[in-house]
């Protein structure tokens, strides 16, 4: 069987398919979610790779999890109580630890519904740009479960509590322009634009030093969390380092002469 993930290559860009379409790419099996896992740790040890793009093909992104899993208890949802619990955090729960943490930028080209672990799947990355046919719905209420890998500490980040708290509490889904609206999506476009248009946002990023992209991201999610003071401290040890690699030099450089900057990731 080919993998759940179709991995492509231009220049440091990467883009990565949820490639189920007809089952609209749900999180069926463990082997999905290594491939997840596999692929973050893979892209944080090469260094000329800048940017991750997560799509679906067909006509859904992510549709979460697999209904008829949950109605036969069978794959990632069987077993008794601890055996769940535990599939939860060794399995679908490493997907947000390995994505959010991931070092380089993640944009989420959101083709279709994105519902249930598949909402919470572009919240992890960090900028998400969605097609007009695109509807998103936290919801895991209507199933009645709760939000298992992430989505009640991503979402409120994102488009604040009190709408995050409608989206989880109703499990209703809302369409493409009031995620737009609500700050869920920096983006729409019609549907057959929408690959061009994250790939232009990924060159732009890419187009700026790896070790500066890499740091930025980390202070961007470090500061969610940490005092003023603590990132500003970690903010200083960055910029030291950032200071004393060739590429600030590089652009600082090709400013001055008033040139394009080549750079080598170093």
Not at 210 to 215: D, G, I, N, Q, Y
Request: charged content about 20%.
């Amino acid at each position: 069987m080919e993998p759940f993930l179709k991995i492509e290559h231009d220049g440091a860009v990467v883009t990565a398919t949820l490639n189920r379409p007809e089952q609209r790419n749900t999180l069926t099996e463990p082997s999905y979610i290594r491939e997840f896992v596999d692929l973050c740790a893979n892209l944080t040890r090469d260094p000329h790779v800048k940017v991750l793009i997560l799509t679906g093909a067909g006509p859904a992104f992510c549709a979460g999890g697999n209904v008829k899993d949950m109605r036969d208890r069978t794959g990632i949802f069987g077993g008794a109580p601890a055996e769940l619990r535990e599939s939860y955090r060794s399995g679908i729960q490493t997907i947000p630890t390995a994505l959010y943490n991931l070092d380089i930028p993640v944009i989420a080209a959101v083709n279709g519904p994105a519902i249930g672990a598949g909402l919470d799947l572009a919240c992890m990355a960090d900028i998400r740009i969605a097609s007009t046919a695109a509807i998103f719905a936290e919801s895991f209420v209507k199933l009645g479960i709760v939000p298992g890998d992430g989505g009640a500490w991503l979402l409120p980040r994102i488009v604040g509590m009190p709408r995050a708290s409608i989206m989880a509490l109703t499990g209703d889904a809302i369409d493409a322009a009031k995620a737009l609206d609500w700050g869920l999506v920096a983006e729409l476009t019609a549907p057959d634009a929408l690959l061009e248009a994250t790939q232009k946002m990924a060159a732009r990023i890419a187009a700026n030093p790896s070790h500066a992209l890499r740091m930025t991201k980390r202070l961007l999610r470090e500061g969610q969390h940490m005092r003023l003071d603590s990132l500003l401290e970690l903010s200083a040890a960055f910029q030291s380092l950032a200071h004393y690699t060739e590429d600030h030099h590089e652009a600082v450089a090709a400013m001055l002469e008033k040139r394009k900057p080549i750079y080598k990731d170093r």
